[in-house]
């Protein structure tokens, strides 16, 4: 017994320094960088885009968000990188009308990036159909042993029937791909929903029926209770000096049998994005949310 001690003991003081990490933290953002070409669309945000754009990356940088899904990342896209600095960055799939306007911005390498494109989309309100719009899947490695499925997308906007018809349709998309290729994963769902608990016809619930993930809003900010639709919509200002109101930029997450993943801090984080002068840079607030993961 005494001698099986005296060999195990310095072998234990050994093992900490050589096993991986057991548990960290991360964050992410979703940010919809309002890159259309301004004379198709100004977002009615102040000021010239290129500069805006530029400074959304140095504020990416200098924020050192470890995991950024942009959206509407379309004209302004190689002044947003030259701006920012993070090592793993999604080769843009291009502006108008070719590209996605989805790309990624992260401290951490992944594997298995796939461009998706939606199944249906609507030419009513918000003329979805000019662009090639969809949702990206890459498998992130945040720590030895610890890869986590992001999903980024760009859901249908507007609100006919039809429009509402093809958002539904693309977020079932996005679930079933999920059931699909991340089996048994840890899963990070993060970008525009254009969705709202609250419009009727909606469908935000998918990812916590169908998926087993919550929404970090929900979960972080409203208790566990989802608005029900019908209800007033709980607009927000932008830059919001909260985060009780609702915004179609959401963040759904699950861990798994291997990974215990948490949501532990969610901002709307418009006052964290603003030019020099204070005004906004995009039309949208982006959303900024702290992770802590840890190996069962
Ligand atoms: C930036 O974040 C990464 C993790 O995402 C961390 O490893 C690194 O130390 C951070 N750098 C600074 C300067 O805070
Ligand atoms: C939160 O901010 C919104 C504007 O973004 C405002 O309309 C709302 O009243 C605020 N809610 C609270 C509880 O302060």
Redesign the pocket.
């Known amino acids: 017994m005494h001698s099986l001690v005296s060999i195990l003991l310095p072998l234990l003081s050994v093992i900490p320094s050589t096993i991986s990490q057991s548990s960290g933290t991360f964050n992410t953002l979703t940010f919809n960088v309002a890159g259309l070409p301004a004379i198709l669309n100004d977002n009615a945000v102040p000021g010239d885009k290129t500069a805006n754009t530029a400074r959304i990356g140095r504020l990416f940088t200098q924020h050192n968000i470890s995991l950024i899904h942009v959206q509407e990342d379309f004209n302004y896209h190689a002044t947003l990188y030259a701006n920012d600095q993070h090592p793993h960055r999604t080769p843009t799939s291009g502006g108008v009308p070719v590209g996605s306007g989805l790309n990624s911005l992260s401290n951490f390498p992944w594997t298995g990036f796939e461009r998706v494109k939606w199944e249906k989309c609507s030419t009513f309100e918000g003329a979805d159909c000019l662009t090639p719009k969809g949702f990206t899947f890459m498998r992130v490695n945040f720590g030895q042993g610890v890869w986590i499925d992001a999903y980024n997308l760009h859901a249908d906007a507007g609100t006919t029937a039809a429009d509402l018809a093809a958002r539904a349709s693309n977020l079932r998309q996005v679930s079933n791909y999920i059931n699909t290729h991340s089996t048994g994963n840890p899963v990070l769902v993060f970008g525009d929903s254009n969705t709202r608990y609250t419009r009727t016809g909606d469908i935000p619930n998918i990812f916590s029926t169908a998926n087993g993930m919550k929404d970090a809003w929900i979960e972080l900010i409203r208790g566990g209770v989802a608005p029900q639709p019908g209800t007033d919509a709980l607009l927000?200002?932008n830059p919001?000096?909260?985060s009780?109101?609702e915004v179609v930029d959401k963040v759904w997450y699950r861990g798994s049998p291997a990974v215990d993943l948490r949501a532990v801090r969610l901002q709307y984080a418009g006052a964290k994005f603003l030019q020099e002068n204070g005004a906004i840079l995009s039309d949208h607030n982006p959303v900024l949310v702290d992770f802590a993961w840890r190996l069962k």
């Open positions: 927000c200002d919001s000096p909260n009780t109101c």
